[in-house]
C-alpha cells in the first residue's frame, strides 16, 4: 500500500517558481514510475510529468517541457515537481500517482492512490 502527501502548492506570480513535494510512505515506492498530473476547475485531469522507478527515464506533457524537472529522492520517498516560468494557465490542483496499472504514462487511468492534492495558482 502506498500512501501520498502533495505538498509545495500555493499563490505565485506568473513568471515564478515552485516546487511541489510527493512523498510516499509504504515499502514498494520506489519501484513504482511516479506521476504528477493536474485538474483545472470544469476541465479533465491531465498528465504533467512521469520518472521511472530508476530516476533515468523522465517524460513531460508539452506543456511543461523546458519549464518543469520532477526530480525523485529514493532516500526520503519523495518525488518533486521543479516549476519555472509559471504562467496563469498552470492554475490547477495538483497531484501525483505511482503508476500501477497497465496502460500509458500519459494516462491517469493508469496510476492509483492519488494524494489529496496541492493548489498551484499563478496570477497573471
Known amino acids: 500500500q502506498v500512501q501520498l502527501v502533495e505538498s509545495g502548492g500555493g499563490l505565485v506570480q506568473a513568471g515564478g517558481s515552485l516546487r511541489l513535494s510527493c512523498a510516499a510512505s509504504g515499502r514498494t515506492f520506489s519501484i513504482y514510475t511516479m506521476g504528477w498530473f493536474r485538474q483545472a476547475p470544469g476541465k479533465e485531469r491531465e498528465f504533467v510529468a512521469a520518472?521511472?522507478?530508476?530516476?533515468?527515464?523522465?517524460y513531460y506533457a508539452d506543456s511543461a517541457k523546458g519549464r518543469f524537472t520532477i526530480p525523485r529522492d529514493h532516500a526520503n520517498n519523495t518525488v518533486y515537481l521543479q516549476m519555472n516560468s509559471l504562467k496563469p494557465e498552470d492554475t490547477a490542483v495538483y497531484y501525483c500517482?505511482?503508476?500501477?496499472?497497465?496502460?500509458?504514462?500519459?494516462?491517469?487511468?493508469?496510476?492509483?492512490?492519488w494524494g489529496q492534492g496541492t493548489q498551484v495558482t499563478v496570477s497573471s
Open positions: 500517482a505511482p503508476r500501477r496499472k497497465s496502460g500509458s504514462y500519459y494516462s491517469p487511468a493508469a496510476y492509483d492512490s
Open positions: 520518472i521511472n522507478w530508476s530516476g533515468d527515464t523522465t
